[in-house]
């Protein structure tokens, strides 16, 4: 690999642009109109404008992409997170065109990326799933039958969606149908697909996942992450291990995600996510993310592994340079997710000029940011300013710095999460790791000011 494209913007177009460097790979970001004086595009060698601010007419335009790649000669393609990422489409022009593709197999992709037909491999590959639909819902008399089976409340999930997007919670028998409309009507306008399936809703469940990483032949895991801190379905503070498992849960789950990547003979990064039912000491299967995780620094940091260099060597052909017993764990590690939306105005998005971003050295903490002071941050995009990641010997350790760290960050001129994660750091459930995925809104509105 000599010159990597990196079709993505804010954070993890930095996050890339840093171990490509390091790796001795060239780098080339391609833009937005509105990204053009960004931070991906001032570490890059090159940066290409690829159309204007609107995603479908540049991050999500995979010609535009592969344009610029033409244009720059570069040999590989890095897809990031969300956009184009699991795209199996985009992945096949890329391979098509005679570039590195940085990921799994397209058919591996396509395969996960329909939720109701992963579920299917999971079981396959004999991993315990959530109780539901053995595959998409045809019709409502269908999901009637099926809902009488699993029992409410249960959950209408958009066999395409992602990011916390396309799932529905139904009550009871007389929302299914009028719900089951909805869905589909959003899943089709927000995915281009309306199949849907339904699952059994688990009142009190954590979000447990596992790290993988292989090569085409052989696969290991690093280990497991709790992301039970979630606000809409969508994380907002991840952790590495996941705290308060017990261990036959913790084996089980490793092995679990192991047997299901290697049934798709998995080349790359991956994350296997399941749900963890404390009461019933069991966890299930909900989905796989086929492409490096927001998260994935914890996991960095517990393993002392680059996750984005090792994606670079499999995706030239490299075989894994570990073997499972080489990866040790040590510490804990904790990520914050700082967003630019304002806690104590609904998380009403806050874009605009960053007047001062100043982080904190305090020894154990790692800042990945996607803008620094003096830029702004626009309003088309996702809100996600920076993460912050600690990590320390024991958990109580790590909640520490993230406190030290987070009260003497300073950012100016847009509102951030901030203020949230200092709160919720202090709230009882998480600091006794009792918290469930509905901790974090139930918390919001028992302290609604
Ligand atoms: P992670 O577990 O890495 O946080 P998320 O599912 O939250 O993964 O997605 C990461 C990013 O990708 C977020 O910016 C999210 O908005 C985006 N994303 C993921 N899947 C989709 C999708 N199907 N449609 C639109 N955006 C998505
Ligand atoms: P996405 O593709 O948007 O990431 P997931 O299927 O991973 O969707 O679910 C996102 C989150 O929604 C989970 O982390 C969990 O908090 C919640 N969730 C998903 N499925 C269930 C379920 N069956 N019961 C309870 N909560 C669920
Ligand atoms: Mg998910």
């Known amino acids: 690999m000599r010159k990597l494209l990196i079709a993505n913007r804010g954070e993890i177009a930095v996050r890339v642009i840093r171990s490509a460097h390091k790796l001795g790979i060239a780098t080339v970001a391609v833009v937005s109109e509105a990204d053009r004086e960004s931070l991906a595009a ?106 009488a089976k699993i029992g409410f409340p249960l959950l209408i999930k958009a066999s395409a969606g992602g990011g916390g997007r396309g799932i529905r919670l139904v009550e009871n028998g007389d929302e299914l149908a009028a719900t089951l409309a909805t869905a589909r009507a959003e899943a089709r306008a927000s995915f281009g697909d309306d199949t849907v399936y339904l699952e059994a809703y688990l009142r009190r469940a954590r979000h447990i996942e596992v790290q993988i990483l292989g090569d085409g032949a052989r696969c290991i895991h690093l280990g497991d992450r709790d992301c039970s801190m979630q606000r809409r379905s969508q994380k907002v503070l991840e952790e590495a291990p996941a705290p308060n498992l017990p261990e036959e849960v913790r084996r089980e789950v490793r092995a679990a995600a192991i047997r299901l990547a290697e049934a798709t003979r998995y080349i790359g990064a991956g994350t296997v996510e399941f749900l963890y039912d404390p009461d019933r000491s069991a966890a299930y299967f909900i989905e796989m993310n086929t492409r490096l995780q927001v998260e994935h620094p914890v996991t960095e940091q517990i393993t002392g592994i680059d996750l984005v260099e090792q994606q670079l060597r499999v995706a030239q052909g490299e075989p894994l340079a570990f073997r499972q017993e080489d990866i040790q764990f040590s510490g804990h590690a904790i990520e914050c997710r700082i967003n630019a939306e304002d806690p104590d105005r609904q998380f009403f998005p806050s874009p605009g000029l ?9 020894p154990g903490s790692r800042v990945d940011a996607g803008y620094d002071e003096g830029l702004a941050v626009p309003p088309f995009y996702d809100s996600l300013v920076a993460k912050v990641i600690v990590h320390a010997t024991t958990r109580a350790q790590a909640i520490e710095t993230m406190e030290r760290t987070l009260a003497d960050s300073r950012i100016e001129g847009i509102a951030t999460t901030i203020p949230l994660h200092r709160r919720l750091l202090d709230a009882p459930e998480f600091i006794d790791s009792e918290h469930t995925t509905t901790f974090v809104e139930a918390y919001l509105s028992r302290t609604a000011r």
């Open 42 to 147: 001032r570490l890059a060698d090159e940066a290409v404008v690829i159309g204007p601010a609107p995603v479908a007419s540049s991050y999500l335009d995979a010609e535009a992409v592969l344009r610029a790649a033409d244009e720059t000669n570069a040999d590989a393609v890095h897809p990031g997170y969300g956009f184009l990422s699991e795209n199996a489409e985009f992945a096949r022009s890329v391979i098509r065109s005679g570039r590195i593709w940085v990921g799994p197999s397209p058919e591996t992709i396509e395969l996960m990326g329909d939720k109701a037909r992963a579920i299917a491999a999971a079981r396959a590959a004999g991993v315990s799933v959530v109780p539901g639909t053995d595959g998409p819902l045809t019709d409502t008399d269908e999901a009637c039958v099926e809902a």
């Open 354 to 362: 960053i007047t001062v971003m100043r982080w904190p050295d305090e």
